[in-house]
């Protein structure tokens, strides 16, 4: 008994002194964390599908909008009023658009996110602190998905990765997240941006 004791102890201690695994983050508190942003500001970095890196400030003021500027020049992508609008300032043939609901962002930026939805998780696990999910519209998987990635305690988003319906894949990393902000309506008018561009 002595014996078998003494062996064990150092298999003991080493179980004890291991930093605990983190558990994967249940969707149902994930669903929750997200239909408690109601406001929010951060940096973020974006890694393009070609490599490129791109950066600025994200605002998202939900449900259904979102603007990001990039400080590299006076690149715009916003949704509002169901739509998403690309600014290039390179374009004069003003912006790209197209509906906000064939975007896999839209499953965040949606009323009420509920990711227990039969077949819109199509992805669930856990890799050390970290926990990601991938999900798409269930009822257009065409239109692409999105990656989220998550760290608990408290439930925090980090990053997402969007692949688009033509496979392109987009990352964006965000800094520390502003929450409660008070954001305009003027910051996700599509047709007010396009006049005051002109």
Do not use: C
Not at 46 to 58: A, E, H, L, Y
Not at 158 to 183: C, F, H, N, P
């Amino acid at each position: 008994m002595n014996i078998l004791r003494f062996v064990l102890a150092p298999v003991l201690a080493l179980t004890l002194a291991a930093p605990a695994f983190a558990e994967k983050i249940p969707l149902n508190e994930i669903s929750r964390y997200l239909n408690g942003l109601k406001t929010v500001e951060a940096d973020f970095t974006q890694v393009n599908s070609d490599g490129t890196i791109s950066t600025g400030k994200v605002f998202i003021k939900r449900p259904g909008r979102v603007r990001f500027e990039y400080a590299s020049d006076k690149t715009l992508v916003m949704a509002g009023g169901g739509q998403v609008a690309v600014f290039d300032p390179k374009s004069n043939l003003g912006p790209e658009q197209y509906p906000l609901s064939k975007t896999p962002l839209n499953l965040i930026l949606a009323e009420n996110v509920d990711l227990s939805r039969a077949k819109m998780v199509v992805g669930h696990r856990a890799d050390g602190p970290k926990t990601t999910v991938v999900a798409q519209d269930p009822e257009h998987p065409e239109y692409g998905s999105i990656q989220l990635v998550f760290t608990g305690g408290p439930t925090e988003l980090r990053q997402w990765l969007i692949t688009d319906e033509a496979g392109s894949k987009t990352t964006v990393i965000l800094g520390e997240m502003k929450k409660g902000v008070q954001l305009g309506s003027r910051m996700f008018n599509i047709p007010a941006e396009i006049e005051a561009r002109k």
